[in-house]
């Protein structure tokens, strides 16, 4: 996760100006050790697999130094995308064709949840 994409094949156009942000953040918040960090990162994933950041990899950093909890990192992927997949909703409606993803789950069977934690309200 954060390295490479499916589409843009030699580098993600977005990945500067997120990384641009998260150097800018990490500055103000005298956090420049945990950018050097990223950066080192993203050096040794170039140089032993020729894989480049997109945009969540300085994306999480962004979160982290906008004072985000970890938790919220995936609904704030979700948001920042929604608007594209509502786009492609309403073009398979416009063509009165459903466009299936290329994809089917072979994962296992869903499992009965056990929470961590026991309930505090008897």
Not at 16 to 35: E, G, H, M, T, Y
Not at 90 to 103: A, C, F, G, T, V
Request: with cysteine; net charge positive; charged share 25%.
């Amino acid at each position: 996760m954060g390295f490479g994409h499916r589409i843009y094949t030699v580098s993600d156009p977005r990945s500067p100006v997120i990384k641009d942000w998260a150097s800018r953040l990490a500055a103000s918040q005298d956090q420049k050790n945990l950018f050097a960090v990223a950066e080192r990162i993203e050096r040794v994933m170039w140089d032993t697999k020729k894989l480049f950041p997109n945009l969540d990899f300085y994306s999480a950093l962004a979160y982290r130094f906008c004072g985000f909890p970890t938790d919220l990192y995936t609904p704030l992927f979700v948001l920042a995308r929604i608007s594209g997949w509502m786009a492609h909703i309403m073009e398979q409606r416009s063509n009165n064709k459903l466009i299936r993803p290329i994809s089917r789950y072979t994962g296992p069977e869903p499992r009965v949840y056990v929470p961590l934690v026991a309930d505090r309200n008897p």
